[in-house]
């Protein structure tokens, strides 16, 4: 079975801290995402990697940054965060030309 | 412009009826595909099912089908036999942007909230 692992399931950080979202996959993927997903918006595409070292902005990649240094792993970095970045964040991965995505379990982050 | 629409925020069905939830795309690639996936109150994303551009049938997974009209740019999910377990938050979404041989991102849909009553 394909195993996507966010680092944590619940967080709470302070307006200004900088965050780390780690995700972890077991299947030697290509593809990784970051989403967003807020109640009446669905999931917002963050940042997606296709490779090592690569990526591409999502549609709201706005106060987000990435790193892929191993294939396995993707982080979700806030530089500084703010109260807007509340939300439910979930990591995904997919076999680059494979079609189904594997998501993690979320990360529901509160910044207070 | 939005990439996917789903028109219905919530829907209600009787337990053992049919139900279809509404999906339509925006894309110019002639190469996409379309999913659904099923969100349950604990969070998890479950893939249900999966529709390439190309393909010439509509695609069946037990009792979930993918109505598939290409020419309306629609891709509605049809759930048979409707069962409490369905109660969901069901997404469509569409790869689309192909990068460097077979790359490409998933976009999402806002969502439709499926409440079955017994």
């Known amino acids: 079975d394909v195993k996507v692992t966010q680092s944590s399931r619940y967080l709470v950080k302070r307006t200004g801290e900088k965050v780390f979202l780690e995700c972890v996959q077991d299947?030697?993927?290509?593809?990784m995402f970051w989403y967003r997903q807020d109640p009446g918006l669905g999931l917002r595409l963050i940042y997606f990697?296709?490779?090592?070292?690569?990526?591409e902005k999502g549609d709201i990649p706005e106060g987000y940054s990435v790193s892929r240094e191993k294939k396995e792993r993707f982080s979700l970095i806030l530089e500084s965060a703010s109260t807007n970045q509340t939300s439910m964040y979930l990591c995904?991965?997919?076999?680059?030309?494979?079609?189904?995505?594997?998501f993690g379990q979320g990360t529901r982050l509160t910044v207070v | 412009a939005q990439k996917i629409t789903q028109t219905q925020p919530g829907m209600f069905v009787q337990e053992k009826e049919a139900v279809t939830l509404d999906c339509t795309y925006d894309?110019?690639?002639?190469?996409?595909?379309l999913f659904w996936y099923k969100q349950p109150s604990s969070g998890e994303m479950i893939f249900l099912i999966y529709?390439?551009?190309?393909?010439?049938q509509n695609a069946t997974e037990g009792r979930y089908s993918l109505n598939f009209q290409k020419a309306r740019k629609s891709a509605n999910l049809v759930i048979s036999a409707s069962q409490l377990g369905d109660s969901a938050m069901y997404f469509c979404?569409?790869?689309?942007?192909?990068?460097?041989?077979?790359?490409?991102?998933?976009?999402f849909g806002k969502g439709t909230l499926l409440t079955v009553n017994p």
């Open positions: 995904a991965s997919r076999e680059g030309g494979g079609t189904e995505a594997f």
């Open positions: 299947m030697d993927h290509e593809n």
């Open positions: 990697s296709y490779d090592v070292k690569m990526k």
């Open positions: 894309t110019s690639d002639p190469s996409y595909g």
């Open positions: 529709q390439g551009s190309y393909d010439q």
């Open positions: 979404a569409m790869r689309e942007g192909r990068l460097r041989g077979s790359n490409y991102k998933l976009t």
